[in-house]
């Protein structure tokens, strides 16, 4: 008696084989419109009696986007949660998000804001009070994904004077790294403690975002990025209210209660 896999056995019989493969590539190709959406690389790590929590992107695969306003309605999306119920609707499940650069009172970017290739906010070389605001920390910088798909993280003066175009970009500060060392502003003992997010560009296509998950100073903020991640260049993009979302982990950061609304987000769709 000839022996059948269990696998076929949802298949009838049938007398004509190629009915019977037919119906099979169906169902495997149903499963696979199914599938969960892949998991991305994150991960928790400890330093310096801190954990926090990392996430790796590679732009080869994870499509990085920038968004504040909804396209349709002008209206921002202020939150993550308003951000992935928008892709859901257009059949695009949020993977990952955080949110990008400093903004005013007025719940508009600070500084540097591109689109998709628009420059939706010009880049802004004000020197401010270094009291009144992280921003005004010296030197400030932009993150920044180029036309041909590779990412930077520059000073603000060095973004300005390599003219070139971008596709995706925010400007927050100060930077974290400069070329391997720390910000010459930052303390080692300092008594500012916040939650704190950041992104450093370890290559070209790869990205990396990381957020506290207790109150930390820059300090030694700056050395997770250095000494545990391996970065050059990195930028703080907010603390206190700075969060990260991943699909199937759900949030990283501050807690719920700081959080505020958004100017900007950091999004990852996948596409079914």
Aim: proline letters at 7%; one cysteine or more; aromatic letters at 10%.
């Amino acid at each position: 008696m000839p022996f059948y896999p269990r696998s076929l056995s949802v298949l009838p019989a049938c007398r004509r084989p190629w009915r019977c493969l037919l119906s099979l590539m169906l169902l495997v190709g149903a499963a696979g419109c199914t599938a969960p959406a892949r998991a991305l690389d994150s991960k928790e790590l400890a330093f310096a009696g801190q954990n926090y929590r990392v996430v790796r992107l590679n732009l080869k695969r994870d499509a990085l986007s920038l968004h504040w306003r909804d396209p349709q309605s002008g209206q921002p999306f202020g939150s993550i949660e308003t951000l992935r119920q928008w892709g859901e609707a257009r059949g695009q499940r949020l993977l990952f998000a955080a949110n990008a650069g400093i903004y005013d009172r007025q719940w508009a970017p600070l500084g540097l804001h591109v689109e998709n290739g628009k420059t939706v906010i010009p880049l802004n070389l004000a020197h401010g009070n270094p009291a009144s605001g992280n921003f005004s920390l010296l030197p400030n910088g932009v993150f920044v994904i180029y036309p041909d798909g590779h990412a930077a993280v520059r000073t603000s003066q060095a973004f300005k004077a390599d003219h070139k175009p971008a596709q995706w970009a925010t400007q927050s500060g100060p930077m974290l790294l400069i070329d391997g060392q720390l910000n010459e502003q930052f303390i080692d003992d300092s008594s500012s403690l916040k939650w704190r997010s950041g992104v450093c560009v370890k290559t070209p296509t790869e990205v990396i975002f990381a957020v506290s998950e207790a109150p930390v100073n820059f300090h030694t903020f700056g050395r997770l990025f250095r000494d545990r991640l391996g970065c050059r260049d990195a930028l703080y993009l907010d603390g206190s209210i700075s969060q990260l979302y991943v699909d199937g982990e759900g949030y990283a950061g501050a807690p719920a209660f700081m959080v505020k609304p958004y100017a900007g987000i950091f999004a990852v769709f996948a596409t079914p």
